[in-house]
């Protein structure tokens, strides 16, 4: 008989995988006892955290024999900070991880045996994100720690681009010297113009007097959303990406990464083959990106999105980059779809993390198009959501894109053509 596990009692073991999220896994005592920051092939001794029925979870307390693709983080905060957490491993074993895990997710969601390509990597491993939110407590502004509601007081966030690092030090200042009820703090830079978005969220209005401070303090401050409200500026920052501006406000959808964002486009738009007699159908638009890049290609775009800032950002968007073959509905994939009288060729759908439901794909199939062109941030859920169309359709290419190096993130681009 195996001894259970107990709360911190420390182990020795060796790590055999990651883990979707990777988190080192491995076996004590019969117990599947998942590890932050192992990797595999090491021997660690772990202290368990947590005891569920099926699994545990631990601490390293100590690397005994350490991977040769073990690397020392950068970040001060990497020990605690659940801000990112790929950062002890080579870049190179990072891409490796993450196609494997879109073929996993093929292979034993979508029970899918196609080929996927190397993951394209990014030039930027640092400074890449245009947005991040931070969490506010008193005089202290950072990130929680993995799994908890601690904060872990950040001077600076190595993935943030670095006039957002400037935005959190004039924050930080502020909160140390005033006493403030700022719960949630989110930075939005935009590369078109270099501005900078503050979205705030208070509970208490007195707050608003940090809009002074802001003004005085930060350069290039374009707009400031205070408790949903535009209380300074315009209400939206501009982002370039291939070639177009995109006007983006704070509840707008933006990809976060823009030297991948271009990759990503580029990589959907070459592969999709998309012809000039094309209709295409953009679900889940965000602020019209997609839609806009492709518009020069086809006939005619129709986007679909549900928040609707993002859909008024969309509108202003074809006008700006004069593009008059794009419509935009707001409102819910599920519904709006039922409402499309045109025949679709190809349609596009980039949704978020937790996929496309089953009634949007029982009408997608039904519409019958050629081609689909499946963009996710999640493999998991994309494995499960192609599951539902490998009935009529063939899985052609599939190439992730590192979009968020130095985490366990990826995205993917999936082309799809129908069987004849
Ligand atoms: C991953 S983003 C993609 C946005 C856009 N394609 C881009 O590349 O920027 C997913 C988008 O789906 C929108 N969304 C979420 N649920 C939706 C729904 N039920 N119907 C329509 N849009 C939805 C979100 O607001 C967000 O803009």
Redesign the pocket.
């Known amino acids: 008989m195996l001894k259970e596990l107990k709360i911190d009692e420390i182990y020795e073991t060796v790590i055999t995988s990651l883990e979707n999220e990777a988190n080192g896994v491995c076996k004590i005592n019969g117990m599947v006892v998942f590890v932050p920051k192992a990797l595999v092939g090491e021997k660690v001794r772990v202290r368990i955290t947590e005891l569920k029925k099926n699994f545990a979870r631990g601490k390293i307390v100590e690397v005994l024999e350490s991977s040769e693709k073990r690397v020392t983080s950068k970040c001060p905060y990497y020990e605690e900070c659940g801000g990112c957490n790929l950062r002890h491993q080579t870049k190179e074993e990072n891409l490796k991880f993450k196609k494997e895990k879109v073929e996993n997710a093929l292979k034993r969601i979508g029970k899918i045996d196609a080929k996927v390509d190397d993951c394209v990597p990014c030039f930027k491993d640092d400074h890449y994100r245009n947005k991040v939110s931070f969490k506010v407590e008193d005089d202290r502004i950072g990130f929680y720690a993995e799994g908890t509601y601690q904060l872990v007081d950040t001077e600076y966030c190595l993935l943030a681009e670095n006039k957002i690092n400037d935005c959190l030090n004039v924050i930080r200042n502020y909160i140390k010297s005033h006493k403030n009820k700022i719960k949630n703090v989110t930075i939005k830079h935009g590369n078109a113009l270099d501005e900078v978005l503050i979205d705030i969220y208070s509970l208490s209005n007195d707050d608003m007097e940090i809009l002074d401070y802001l003004t005085t303090n930060i350069d290039n401050l374009k707009t400031v959303v205070f408790n949903d409200k535009v209380v300074y500026g315009t209400g939206y920052i501009n982002q370039i990406s291939n070639g177009l501006m995109f006007l983006c406000s704070s509840k ?4 976060v990464n823009d030297v991948q964002t271009e990759k990503l486009y580029k990589i959907a738009l070459d592969n999709a083959k998309l012809k000039s007699s094309d209709v295409v159908l ?6 019209g ?2 839609s806009c890049i492709i518009s020069s290609h086809v006939k005619k775009v129709i986007g ?4 609707p800032d ?1 859909v008024l950002n969309a509108k202003e968007n074809l006008k700006i980059n004069g593009i008059n073959n794009v419509r935009f509905i707001c ?4 519904k709006e779809i039922n409402k499309i009288k045109e025949q679709i060729d190809v349609i596009i759908v ?3 993390r937790h996929g496309v439901d089953r009634k949007t794909i029982a009408i997608m199939k039904k519409m019958n198009p050629k081609k689909i062109v499946y ?1 996710s ?1 999640n493999p998991v859920t994309m494995a499960r959501d192609l599951s539902y169309l490998t009935d009529l359709y063939d899985v052609k290419k599939v190439i992730p894109v590192d979009m968020f190096p130095n985490t366990a993130h990826t995205e993917c681009v999936t082309i799809l053509k129908i069987r004849n």
């Open positions: 707008s959808f933006f990809q953009d679900l889940y638009s965000g602020t990106t997609i679909i999105e549900i928040v993002a409102g819910d994939a599920a980039d949704p978020p963009i941030c």
